[in-house]
T-cell receptor, first 115, second 112 residues
Framework: NAGVTQTPKFQVLKTGQSMTLQCAQD?????MSWYRQDPGMGLRLIHY???????DQGEVPNGYNVSRSTTEDFPLRLLSAAPSQTSVYFC??????????????FGSGTRLTVV | GDSVTQMEGPVTLSEEAFLTINCTYT??????LFWYVQYPGEGLQLLLK?????DKGSNKGFEATYRKETTSFHLEKGSVQVSDSAVYFC???????????FGSGTRLQVQP
C-alpha cells in the first residue's frame, strides 16, 4: 500500500551512540517533515523539507541532522544520542494542490529509548 | 511564532453524549487548520480540515468550523461512541513552511 514507511519501529540506544531513522514515501509528495511526540507536549517539529535538496529547521532541531537527496527519502540522524531524545518519532509527507489544499500522511512512528 | 492551544484532558463522556474540544490558534496570515486523531499505539490520522475562514470540515460525524474572528477551530460531535476514544490534536499549517504546528492533544475517554 502507498504511504509513509518508517524504520525501525523500535530502537534502544546507549548514550553517545549515533543512528539514522529512515523515512520513505512513494506518493511523490514534495513536502516531508519529522516530529517528535512527548507526553503532554503534542508533536513538535524537528526538521522539514519542501523539496529535494532543501531542508530547514523546526522548533527542536538540536542534536538532529537531515538531508533530502531524493523526493522519496528523508532520513533523520541522531548525532550523539542523549536520554532527552527518548521519544516517539513521526515522519510525515504532504502534497499541495491548486487552491492551497494539503494532505499530510504520517508514518506509524519509531519508538526510541536512549539509556 | 505560530501556536495552537487546546483544552486539557482527559475528557470523559458517556456514550451518546455531545462532544466539544476547544482549539484556538495564533498565526500570521491565513493558515489551514486540521484535526488529527491518534488511536492507542497508532500514528496520526487526518480527521478533518479547513483551508479558509468559515469553511466547515466534517468526517465520521465530527465537525469543526474555521472561525477567523475568534481564531478558533473547535471540534464537535453530536453523539460519541466508545470507539471514538483516542487523543485528538488540533494543528495548523502556515503557507510558508508547509509544516504542521500541533496543540498538546486532548485525550477523550468514552464510557459505555
Amino acid at each position: 500500500n502507498a504511504g509513509v514507511t518508517q524504520t525501525p519501529k523500535f530502537q534502544v540506544l546507549k548514550t553517545g551512540q549515533s543512528m539514522t531513522l529512515q523515512c520513505a514515501q512513494d506518493m511523490n509528495h514534495e513536502y516531508m517533515s519529522w516530529y517528535r511526540q512527548d507526553p503532554g507536549m503534542g508533536l513538535r517539529l524537528i526538521h522539514y523539507s519542501v523539496g529535494a535538496g532543501i531542508t530547514d529547521q523546526g522548533e527542536v532541531p538540536n542534536g538532529y541532522n537531515v538531508s533530502r537527496s531524493t523526493t522519496e527519502d528523508f532520513p533523520l540522524r541522531l548525532l550523539s544520542a542523549a536520554p532527552s531524545q527518548t521519544s516517539v518519532y513521526f515522519c510525515a509527507s504532504s502534497y499541495v494542490r491548486t487552491g492551497g489544499t494539503y494532505g499530510y500522511t504520517f508514518g506509524s512512528g519509531t519508538r526510541l529509548t536512549v539509556v | 511564532g505560530d501556536s495552537v492551544t487546546q483544552m486539557e484532558g482527559p475528557v470523559t463522556l458517556s456514550e451518546e453524549a455531545f462532544l466539544t474540544i476547544n482549539c484556538t490558534y495564533t498565526a500570521t496570515g491565513y493558515p489551514s487548520l486540521f484535526w488529527y486523531v491518534q488511536y492507542p499505539g497508532e500514528g496520526l490520522q487526518l480527521l478533518l480540515k479547513a483551508t479558509k475562514a468559515d469553511d466547515k470540515g466534517s468526517n465520521k460525524g465530527f465537525e469543526a468550523t474555521y472561525r477567523k474572528e475568534t481564531t478558533s477551530f473547535h471540534l464537535e460531535k453530536g453523539s460519541v461512541q466508545v470507539s471514538d476514544s483516542a487523543v485528538y490534536f488540533c494543528a495548523l499549517m502556515d503557507t510558508g513552511r508547509r509544516a504542521l504546528t500541533f496543540g498538546s492533544g486532548t485525550r477523550l475517554q468514552v464510557q459505555p
